[in-house]
């Protein structure tokens, strides 16, 4: 159960995570514990995008990136899905590793033995009547595990119903957070599965389904507010991947990292998970690092 947080706050890995990331892990969630920025991380994007616009960078929403141009072993321009052309001599991608290499060929790092990610997750949150408190719950967040031994891997079902995290976000500190009370579960989840039901009408039964059977089997770990809820969201892998491209809808990306980002193309970089960074922080820190790095140093 020790690395039941760990991985599932970071595990690109099945059943095991690499000796450096677990330390950072151990680190973080065991001695130092969870926070929460006040206002969510809606806050902390809006004073991104404000810093972003005040250093002069422009930002493009809903603007899909087709190729990244390489010629001569340097990167040259990317080509939007309106081919647009933006010529450039630096690259900082973010898609992820195998995803940049889609949209890159020449990228394709030869010392890389595994493949792209398959631990993916179905996340419900569950808008409640009362707060978690009143229902006799005074836990932020719980790690559960039903079975003999912590399983972290593709299942074998749509979920793993076994282990998963389930989160109270109003018992963060003694006055909990602004909004309504809600409580998040987050289980391990079969890509395939969920990307191969093409009927709308199916796809949101199942999610129906299995986000109550999710529900029903933490019964054991704290109490059962299933009357309680009011309102309810479910994403799938199916989701993941629409938003973010990953392959599989591998949140934590690629087992394998690419420490310094480089590749194999000049001037193009792998930022975010899959350079090594972990989690939301992590990601941020590792735009930030590489960035530095490379836009102040000739390569």
Request: charged share 20%; proline share 5%; hydrophobic share 40%.
């Amino acid at each position: 159960m020790i690395m039941c947080p760990l991985l599932f706050y970071g595990g690109s890995r099945e059943e095991d995570m690499d000796f450096g990331q677990f330390v950072v892990m151990f680190k973080s969630l065991f001695f130092e514990g969870f926070a929460r920025p006040s206002g969510g991380m809606k806050t902390v994007l809006g004073l991104l995008m404000e810093t972003y616009a005040k250093h002069g960078g422009e930002l493009r929403l809903e603007t899909g990136v087709r190729q990244i141009v390489a010629g001569n072993g340097a990167v040259q321009a990317v080509v939007t899905d309106m081919d647009e052309t933006i010529e450039c001599g630096r690259v900082f991608s973010s898609a992820g590793l195998w995803e940049t290499v889609a949209l890159c060929p020449e990228a394709s790092p030869g010392d890389v033995k595994t493949g792209p990610g398959r631990l993916s997750f179905m996340e419900a949150v569950y808008v409640l009547d009362r707060p978690a408190r009143e229902l006799g719950e005074e836990a932020s967040i719980i790690f559960f595990n039903n079975a003999s031994t912590f399983s972290y891997k593709k299942p074998d079902e749509p979920l793993d119903l076994r282990s998963g995290v389930i989160c109270f976000p109003g018992n963060f500190g003694e006055n909990g957070v602004e909004g309504s009370p809600m409580a998040r579960l987050t289980s391990i989840a079969d890509y395939g599965y969920w990307m191969g039901i093409e009927n709308p009408r199916e796809y949101l039964k199942s999610k129906i389904e299995w986000s109550a059977k999710a529900l029903k089997a933490t019964n054991w770990v704290t109490p059962d507010f299933s009357r309680n809820v009011v309102f309810r969201d479910v994403f799938t892998p199916k989701t993941i991947k629409r938003y973010t491209g990953h392959i599989n809808g591998a949140v934590y990306g690629a087992p394998d990292k690419m420490k310094t980002g480089e590749t194999p193309v000049t001037g193009l970089y792998i930022i975010g998970t899959d350079q090594g960074f972990l989690g939301i922080v992590g990601a941020m820190l590792s735009g930030i690092t590489v960035a530095n790095l490379r836009l102040t140093h000739k390569d």
